[in-house]
């Protein structure tokens, strides 16, 4: 089975840092995902690993540590176009298993 | 624009009625998935082909529920004789084989009444 944990939400200060949780036990890895997705909208990329560290694309980064199961994504210098729910997936072959996603808001 | 398109954005029907959803992958993509989403989760795997061919169907897929793909381009979602449950976003996504990365469409947003 799959069980991808994130927090339900979070809010923060624009300009700020977040970091996002998420943990996994899954019955099979072939990387982990972080989807962008604003209300009504389809989810974007954001970043994909598969080997252990840290990943890092302008603002956003994304950690995996396969050994414990354990990534996060950090968006840094928040902006309010930020404002959005962030998806953890994990890859299984060519499937994705998403957890319930993370509400970010950033507040003025 | 050259990104996963889905026709129609929003779809209102009675219970019981049938629907048909259509999804245009990224053209030089083989990898077609449909997922559905209901309010505060993640997308949910319904389906997957690699060209025409449908490998995988999730137990989420009853057998009121068909999706085709007949020449390995579009595809399409059908659902018989709907029920209120089944409202819910219906995301396709798009993969080439030498790319890990899902490229999603916008989604069809089902209401049944």
């Known amino acids: 089975g799959q069980n991808i944990d994130q927090p339900t939400e979070m809010t923060a200060t624009e300009g700020a840092i977040v970091q996002i949780n998420c943990t996994y036990q899954?019955?099979?890895?072939?990387?982990l995902f972080w989807y962008q997705q604003h209300a009504g909208e389809a989810p974007t990329f954001l970043s994909y690993?598969?080997?252990?560290g840290l990943e890092e694309k302008g603002r956003f980064s994304s950690f995996l540590s396969r050994s414990k199961g354990y990534s996060y994504l950090l968006l840094k210098e928040l902006q309010m176009k930020d404002s959005a729910s962030y998806l953890c997936?994990?890859?299984?072959?060519?499937?994705?298993?998403f957890g319930a996603g993370t509400t970010v808001t950033v507040r003025a | 624009d050259t990104g996963v398109s889905q026709d129609p954005r929003h779809k209102i029907t009675k219970r019981g009625q049938n629907v048909t959803f259509r999804c245009d992958p990224i053209?030089?993509?083989?990898?077609l998935y449909w997922y559905r989403q209901t309010l505060g989760q993640g997308p949910e795997f319904l389906t997957y082909?690699?060209?025409?061919?449908?490998?995988?169907k999730s137990r989420l897929l009853s057998d009121r529920f068909s999706a085709e793909r007949p020449k390995g381009s579009f595809s399409t979602l059908e659902i018989q004789r709907t029920e209120q449950g089944d409202s819910a976003m219906y995301l396709c996504?798009?993969?080439?084989?030498?790319?890990?990365?899902?490229?999603f469409g916008p989604g069809t947003r089902l209401t049944v009444l």
């Open positions: 690993n598969v080997l252990d």
């Open positions: 997936a994990v890859k299984n072959d060519y499937k994705l298993s």
């Open positions: 996504a798009s993969s080439d084989r030498s790319y890990n990365e899902q490229f």
């Open positions: 053209s030089e993509h083989n990898r």
């Open positions: 082909f690699q060209n025409e061919a449908q490998l995988e």
């Open positions: 899954t019955s099979g890895f072939n990387g």
